[in-house]
Nanobody, 124 residues
């Protein structure tokens, strides 16, 4: 069992930056691929970014490519999402997720564990 706790959300003006963190319990964090997803009000949850167990493979949604960066520190059991040049349309609850295979995917159904989410609000 893995427990995930997100932090770092908040209110920021358009063009600003935030860094989200997701810390996992357990000693096998390095065995998991990790992903970030988001859900805006009235919309379905969507893929944002994902990273392999080693950090060597990363995937991004087209809408965030070039602005967001996913990374991980296995020694700290933490995955990060650096978000730059934020836009009002990035406003959403952001969730981190873990999957026991080491390779990441963009599909929500492939992830086994989920955090509770952290709110990101970007004002115009």
């Amino acid at each position: 069992q893995v427990q995930l706790v997100e932090s770092g959300g908040g209110l920021v003006q358009a063009g600003g930056s935030l860094r989200l963190s997701c810390t996992a319990s357990g000693r096998t964090f390095g065995s998991y691929a990790m992903g970030w997803f988001r859900q805006a009000p009235g919309k379905e949850r969507e893929f944002v970014a994902a990273i392999s167990w080693s950090g060597g493979i990363t995937y991004y949604a087209d809408s965030v490519k070039g602005r967001f960066t996913i990374s991980r520190d296995n020694a700290k059991n933490t995955v990060y999402l650096q978000m730059n040049s934020l836009k009002p349309e990035d406003t959403a609850v952001y969730y981190c997720a873990a999957r026991t295979p080491r390779l990441p995917t963009m599909r929500e159904l492939h992830y086994d564990y989920w955090g509770q989410g952290t709110q990101v609000t970007v004002s115009s």
